[in-house]
C-alpha cells in the first residue's frame, strides 16, 4: 500500500483557500486518491477523488501532478466549520486492499 | 436515506462480557469494514468483507469476530473485551472495490465502547 504523508496541522482564516499538499511516493499505477474529512466524534465524509490532472466538485478541488507522487486538496474560501481533520487516502482498485488512514491534517479555521 | 447504521452509539461494559456491536447499511455496498479510532493511532481497519460470507482480517483483528451473513449487517463481536479495547469504532461500507475504482466509503456515526 502506498503511505501517504500530510501536514500535522494549518491554521487558516475565513475566507481564505487552504491547499493541503498530501504526498504518496510509491503511489501504484491503479492507485486512486481519495481525500475524507472528519469532525470530532463523527464518522470519517468522504469528500473528493481522483486519479489524475485536476477533478473539481461543489466543495473541493483536487489537483494531482503528472507523476502522481502527490496531490492537493484546495478548499476555496473557507469557514469556521471547515475546522476538521482531513486525511488523504490512496486507494488499491484492483481488488479489497484496506483504504489505511494515515494521522491526517488538522485543519484550524479562525474567524 | 442512505445511510450506515452502528448500535448502540455508546457502549460502557466490564471485561469479559461479549458483546455485539452491530451495524447495517441500506444502499446496497457489496463492501463492508470496521474501524478503531485511537488518539495518536488514527483510523486503523479491523475486518472487512467484499461480500456476502467474504471476510477477512484488516490490521488490527485481534480480539474481534465478525460474520456476513446477509448484504446489508456486517456486526462487531467481542467475545471477551478487554480494557485495550476501548475505543471509537466505526463501520463504514462501498460499493466494491473491484470494479477499477475505489469508492468512497459511507461512515456510520460511531460507537464509543468503553471496557472496565
Known amino acids: 500500500l502506498a503511505k501517504t504523508t500530510q501536514p500535522i496541522s494549518m491554521d487558516s482564516y475565513e475566507g481564505q483557500e487552504v491547499n493541503i499538499t498530501c504526498s504518496h511516493n510509491n503511489i501504484a499505477t491503479n492507485d486512486y486518491i481519495t481525500w475524507y474529512q472528519q469532525f470530532p466524534s463523527q464518522g470519517p465524509r468522504f469528500i473528493i477523488q481522483?486519479?489524475?490532472t485536476k477533478v473539481t466538485n461543489e466543495v473541493a478541488s483536487l489537483f494531482i501532478p503528472a507523476d502522481r507522487k502527490s496531490s492537493t486538496l484546495s478548499l476555496p474560501r473557507v469557514s469556521l466549520s471547515d475546522t476538521a481533520v482531513y486525511y488523504c487516502?490512496?486507494?488499491?482498485?484492483?481488488?479489497?486492499?484496506?483504504?489505511?488512514f494515515g494521522s491526517g491534517t488538522r485543519l484550524q479555521v479562525q474567524p | 436515506e442512505a445511510q450506515v447504521t452502528q448500535n448502540p452509539r455508546y457502549l460502557i461494559t466490564v471485561t469479559g462480557k461479549k458483546l455485539t456491536v452491530t451495524c447495517s447499511q441500506n444502499m446496497n455496498h457489496e463492501y463492508m469494514s470496521w474501524y478503531r479510532q485511537d488518539p495518536g493511532l488514527g483510523l486503523r481497519q479491523i475486518y472487512y468483507?467484499?461480500?456476502?460470507?467474504?471476510?477477512d482480517k484488516g490490521d488490527v483483528p485481534e480480539g474481534y469476530k465478525v460474520s456476513r451473513k446477509e448484504k446489508r449487517n456486517f456486526p462487531l463481536i467481542l467475545e471477551s473485551p478487554s480494557p485495550n479495547q476501548t475505543s471509537l469504532y466505526f463501520c463504514?461500507?462501498?460499493?466494491?472495490?473491484?470494479?477499477?475504482?475505489?469508492?468512497?466509503?459511507?461512515f456510520g456515526s460511531g460507537t464509543r465502547l468503553t471496557v472496565v
Open positions: 481522483g486519479y489524475k
Open positions: 487516502l490512496v486507494g488499491d482498485a484492483r481488488g479489497r486492499r484496506a483504504l489505511t
Open positions: 468483507s467484499m461480500n456476502v460470507e467474504v471476510t
Open positions: 463504514a461500507s462501498s460499493l466494491s472495490q473491484g470494479r477499477g475504482r475505489p469508492y468512497g466509503y459511507t
